[in-house]
């Protein structure tokens, strides 16, 4: 037993070595999972300040929502039109189109509002679920934004992270990102199993405090 106490101190000497090293690093990148309307472009104006503050690359990713095109495969798949509420059949070709002009739009959004700011951007489509594609995008380094992952009204933002991005360089990104849009984010950590993860929560919670906005 006096052997396994010896052995905890280094580590937490350890610890503390790698927190201060986190400090000195900044974001890598922040990965917006982009969507047409009102919210989206303040998330995104939102996101693109964080980027150029942090000098970090801002990619925004649009994704093709696959479960809407296997709907529109069904052959008893109908829409209800606005304003006229007539029933229109759905199809895929159509639904691809619609999806395709919509990618087009949030593109030219990002364009101009990352044409204001000093920052290296970029632009992706991919097709699949929001979640699954935006978890492929965040590695270490990254964090991904995107809408609430949990119907709440306090929380309409999610930053999501591995453990391999630091909780001091995540919990001030997302504590900024709040501030910014007058709302509270909810940090999701993506590899929330086993020990590295919760050794990130417990740097993670030592930093709330500072910024009550956010959540875990």
Known sequence: LRRARAQIRPGRRGASQARA?????????????????????????????????????????????????????LPFAREVGYPSAALRQLDVAAMERALRAMAQEVQGTLAAIAGRAPLSWSFRVARGAMLTE???????GDIAVTRALRVTLHAP??????????PEQVVPAAAALADA???????????????????????ARELLAAHPSVRI
């Open 157 to 166: 933002l999610a930053v999501l992270c591995t453990a391999a991005t630091p």
């Open 21 to 73: 090293r986190a400090a000195t690093m900044t974001l890598r990148r922040i990965v917006v999972g982009l969507d047409a309307g009102p919210r989206g472009r303040a998330t995104l104006e939102a996101a693109a300040q964080l980027a150029a503050r942090m000098q970090a690359e801002l990619v925004g990713l649009f994704v093709e929502d696959i479960d809407l095109l296997h709907l529109a495969g």
């Open 134 to 140: 935006l978890r492929a995008a965040a590695a270490a």
């Open 181 to 203: 849009l007058g709302g509270a984010v909810e940090i999701v950590l993506l590899d929330g199993e086993g020990e590295a993860a919760e050794v990130w929560r417990r740097g």
